[in-house]
């Protein structure tokens, strides 16, 4: 059960820009009973339990065959907020609970503190997360992972943290110790927080080695990153995954998705880092989309796509309706627009093949009175597409005008040549 108490010390106001991810509400469907900081089971005998005796035993109950699985509407449940941070620190096994709130976790706490004593100060609303660290790794302890900036902060220390907040995420410039490095490829983040809810502590490994497992065969390493992260809110959706990752424009933003099961982790990989396409049947939202908005993107997304999956579907949308942020605005014509683009920019094709027919018809029914007259009574033409000159561009004239002007120099230049001689 979580500790009202603990989450109220670093919660900050409803209003506030910053969030910490083990600040959420508590989840009526979360397990009461936790797994210890080392994510250790005993059984009847007070044995520890192996990893495959913990799997049999558990996965029916906080796993992947759970009753509750797949149960509940997944999109629009991800609090909006615009940044994320990343604290690496230690590994799952040894974190609290509340590991923002520990006073044996000085690095977090301390940095869980400056963060929402300058929350008036932070013009983005951030949200912090701990994820593994270990030294000698790519990710070592106090190295800060800053989404969608793409940026590491090297080795942080609880001296530093004062100084990080004020120049990094208030004043938003470079932190001087430190410069900051350019994060590439694509970043997958995995809930595997036992001490805070066994399902997360069952689920988030098990995806963990999955992903390490399909990174590996297909030959990604170094272009996909995974790693565990501490408590994300929604314990019932587990597993929990968070994935940063260009899309299709270039663009980064965090898209979370829920009740992820191991046989999911090629689909994340081969549709949404792969090709930059949303799953929808496990989406649950992204940053800078508030709930509703999540809804409305989502709603969109499955109108233009065509696609009509009971477990997303939340009924029509206009095709007009704007989303946050800019994700989908007025849609119209044969693609219904798409971001901020419409393929269709005066009207649908076909709206264009028929105007180009009614313009050549009439030029040709004017041409002279007698062809007027024998058009009468006989089926208008059909027209098969537009003409050469209607696709003219103006590079095209100028492109013909230079020619057109170095033939009549070639010329003048020739019979200049001519009268000399």
Not at 119 to 124: G, H, L
Request: charged share 25%; net charge negative; glycine share 10%.
């Amino acid at each position: 059960m979580e500790n009202p108490t603990a989450s109220s010390s670093i919660s900050p106001p409803s209003s506030s820009p910053i969030t910490f991810s083990s600040s959420t509400e508590p989840d009526p469907s979360s397990n009461p009973q936790p797994t210890s900081a080392s994510n250790s089971l005993t059984n009847s005998k007070g044995g520890i339990l192996s990893s495959s005796e913990q799997t049999t035993n558990n996965d029916a109950e906080f796993g992947f065959q759970r009753a509750e699985m797949g149960q509940a509407s997944l999109v629009g449940t991800v609090q909006i907020y615009e940044r994320h941070l990343f604290l690496c620190y230690k590994t799952p096994g040894v974190w609290p609970s509340h590991v923002e709130a520990s006073e044996s976790d000085r690095l977090p706490r301390l940095l869980a503190a400056a963060l929402k004593s300058r929350v008036k100060d932070i013009k983005k609303k951030t949200r912090l997360t701990i994820c593994e660290g270990e030294d000698g790794t790519e990710s070592s302890n106090g190295d800060v992972l800053i989404f969608p900036d793409m940026i590491r902060y090297r080795r942080l220390t609880h001296f530093d943290v004062d100084n990080f907040v004020e120049d990094v995420l208030v004043k938003e410039t470079e932190w001087l110790p430190g410069a900051g490095e350019v994060l590439t490829g694509s970043y997958v983040f995995v809930c595997a927080h036992g001490s805070r809810d066994r399902r997360c502590g069952v689920c988030g490994p098990v995806l963990i080695d999955k992903f390490k497992e399909e990174i590996s065969s297909r030959g990604l390493q170094g272009n996909v990153s995974v790693s565990p992260c501490s408590h994300v809110g929604g314990h019932k959706y587990a597993g929990n995954v968070i994935i940063f990752s260009q899309n299709a424009h270039g663009e980064v933003t965090g898209h979370w998705y829920g009740y992820v099961t191991p046989d999911d982790v090629p689909l994340l990989l081969e549709h949404h880092i792969g090709k930059g396409e949303i799953v929808d049947h496990l989406w649950r939202g992204q940053m800078g989309l508030s709930e509703e908005d999540q809804k409305k993107a989502q709603q969109l997304r499955l109108q233009l796509n065509g696609t009509t999956q009971e477990k997303v579907s939340q009924g029509p949308v206009e095709a007009t309706e704007s989303i946050a942020n800019g994700s989908a605005l007025e849609a119209s014509g044969c693609c219904q627009g798409r971001g901020n683009v419409s393929c269709c920019q005066n009207g649908t094709a076909e709206e264009k093949l028929e105007k180009n027919c009614e313009d050549e018809q009439k030029a040709e029914d004017g041409v002279t009175k007698k062809s007027s007259k024998q058009s009468k009574g006989k089926a208008r033409k059909i027209c098969g597409g537009p003409k050469w000159f209607q696709s003219w561009e103006r590079e095209d004239t100028y492109a013909a005008l230079a020619v057109v002007a170095a033939v009549a120099s070639v010329a003048v230049a020739y019979s200049c040549y001519r009268q000399l001689k």
